[in-house]
């Protein structure tokens, strides 16, 4: 088995944990390389193995992009949810092959006219740059959906409902549910709500600002972009892949992550 290793934080340096997960892949048969950037990521490689923390598994699948190489989060951070797994549990069921591989939907968001275009796992967010309100004009598939009158407006996939859609009170979904979600940041409504559609759903947002720049936020990047510009999101035509080791799954991982149905009386 040939394996990419990923590391995005400096930090992580030379930690004593990186080097006996290297060491004991490579006892165990595997070819082992370190890469830095996409270029690096040579056909051949069998799957590529993410160390740190969800941001560093974000950053790993705009690696993978559509090579099909499926990733394995190892988790080095704090909260672990995409990268789930502590280093010392991994090997094992790696090598004997024990694992299932997820396809999970990316989102392609293109700026309308400009060539512009990047992928996310987890969404896209458009902020106010400004104090002043934003107006988010929203399209699903070419029907118009009320001016959204708010601090931002987002678009999840199913794999992000757990992420920035949850902060702003969108629903969990599970990985495998093809859905796109759409849900105002803070929004100044008392009536507007999340709404889930399709993934075969085509979403155009543009915008209303007294500010001369909009900013939008893929996963862990950002970029901003002048208020007139028009933007499309949609679901990529290539998807992540993403392995889950045996006995995990996402309602265990809800559960020892967030905490989800934590109740006193269950105690």
Request: glycine letters at 8%.
């Amino acid at each position: 088995m040939k394996l990419a290793l990923y590391i995005k934080k400096r930090s992580l340096a030379g930690d004593p944990r990186i080097d006996a997960l290297r060491a004991e892949l490579e006892e165990g048969g595997c070819e082992v390389a370190v890469v830095k950037a996409r270029g690096d990521l040579v056909p051949g490689f069998d799957a590529l193995l993410s160390l740190g923390g969800d941001g560093t598994f974000l950053s790993a699948a705009r690696i993978v992009g559509d090579s099909g190489v499926p990733v394995l989060g190892v988790n080095f951070g704090r909260l672990g949810f995409l990268s789930e797994y502590k280093p010392e549990e991994v090997v094992k069921p790696l090598l004997a092959g024990e694992y299932t591989v997820e396809d999970r939907s990316l989102l392609r968001m293109e700026v309308e006219g400009s060539g512009v275009s990047d992928i996310s796992l987890n969404e896209v967010a458009v902020h106010r740059k400004g104090a002043a309100v934003l107006g988010v004009d929203v399209t699903v598939d070419g029907e118009s959906l009320p001016t959204c009158w708010a601090d931002g407006f987002l678009v999840a996939t199913s794999s992000g409902s757990t992420a920035y859609s949850l902060s702003v009170g969108g629903p969990i979904c599970t990985p495998d549910a093809r859905v796109l979600i759409l849900a105002p940041i803070a929004p100044h409504n008392l009536n507007i709500r999340p709404i889930v559609v399709p993934d075969t759903t085509e979403v155009s947002l543009s915008f209303r600002s007294r500010e001369e720049e909009v900013m939008v936020t893929m996963d862990n990047r950002v970029m901003a972009l002048p208020v007139a510009d028009r933007i499309k999101v949609s679901v990529a035509q290539f998807s992540l892949k993403s392995i889950r080791l045996y006995r995990s799954n996402f309602i265990q991982a809800l559960k020892s992550k967030l905490f989800w149905g934590e109740d006193v009386r269950n105690l």
